[in-house]
């Protein structure tokens, strides 16, 4: 009987260890299939879509009720005798058209001016001269700061990202672009091409200013979100010919 116990404890010993090379075959070939730290792909959901990014936030200022947009047409100012002196705007073989005088605050009646930011006045260079796309000039850069943005809330840095993100809103009709030769444009076709190429804005959010008889600027109305506003008492100071010179850009 000993004898016969002895053979039973061994085949109960082949059979377990038959069942546990089964088990670990059968896990060894799952993972095998798939690995553990493998990520299992998975089909698009039909009719899914990549989100669009979000525009960038417009820094916000304070302590002024909004913005106007000054445009300059540069061949007035450079055919004047300041501008004559000027040779990063005047000079060289970059040609302007419409460029950004500035950004200022403004309010509903009259703006602020030379407010005390608490921070430097002189704008660097790496920063200026970021901006001579639109703004050619260190001189004209450094003096819409210290007029006009110091009085913004920001910094340095935020209020001309603004300026540009400002600059950037607008959509400039080709008339304005590519003023090859001289023109003449009347001042209500001037606020009529700028409404049809911005429809979102408003004749009483444009004033159209000259000088000696030439386009001098365009000043555009912007919330502190920077979307179209009206503006009247901006309105109210347009230029009061009926039609103004464009000189060429040279």
């Known amino acids: 009987m000993p004898r016969y116990g002895g053979l039973i404890a061994l085949a109960a010993l082949a059979?377990?260890?038959?069942?546990?090379?089964?088990?670990?075959?059968?896990?060894?070939?799952?993972?095998?299939?798939?690995?553990?730290?493998?990520?299992?792909?998975?089909?698009?959901i039909a009719g899914e879509t990549t989100p669009a990014p979000r525009?960038?936030?417009?820094?916000?200022?304070?302590?002024?009720?909004f913005y106007v947009l000054s445009l300059s047409w540069s061949p007035t100012y450079c055919g004047s005798e300041e501008g004559r002196g000027n040779r990063q705007q005047c000079g060289g073989t970059a040609d302007y058209g419409l460029i950004v005088h500035?950004?200022?605050?403004?309010?509903?009646?009259?703006?602020?001016?030379?407010c005390s930011s608490g921070g430097q006045e002189r704008v660097p260079d790496s920063l200026g001269r970021s901006l001579f796309d639109i703004m050619p000039g260190m001189g004209?850069?450094?003096?819409?700061?210290?007029?006009?943005?110091?009085?913004?809330?920001?910094?340095?840095?935020?209020?001309?990202q603004v300026t540009r993100?400002?600059?950037?809103?607008?959509?400039?009709?080709?008339a304005l672009k590519t003023g090859k030769s001289s023109t003449r444009l009347g001042t209500e076709q001037i606020e009529s091409i700028l409404v049809a190429a911005n429809p979102d804005l408003g004749k009483r959010g444009i004033a159209v200013?000259?000088?000696?008889?030439?386009?001098?600027?365009i000043?555009?109305?912007?919330?502190?979100?920077?979307?179209?506003?009206?503006?009247?008492?901006?309105?109210r100071n347009a230029c009061r010919l009926k039609s103004v010179d464009l000189p060429p850009i040279d």
């Open 219 to 235: 000043r555009i109305c912007l919330t502190k979100d920077l979307t179209f506003r009206d503006c009247l008492e901006v309105d």
């Open 209 to 217: 200013t000259c000088d000696g008889g030439k386009l001098d600027e």
């Open 55 to 65: 525009p960038a936030a417009v820094p916000r200022g304070k302590g002024f009720d």
């Open 102 to 114: 500035g950004l200022w605050p403004q309010n509903e009646t009259g703006y602020p001016e030379f």
């Open 15 to 44: 059979i377990a260890a038959a069942v546990y090379g089964l088990r670990e075959g059968a896990n060894t070939h799952l993972n095998m299939a798939v690995p553990r730290d493998t990520a299992i792909p998975t089909k698009p």
């Open 165 to 174: 993100m400002a600059y950037e809103r607008i959509n400039i009709p080709a």
């Open 140 to 160: 004209l850069i450094g003096h819409e700061w210290r007029k006009h943005g110091t009085c913004s809330g920001l910094s340095q840095q935020d209020y001309f």
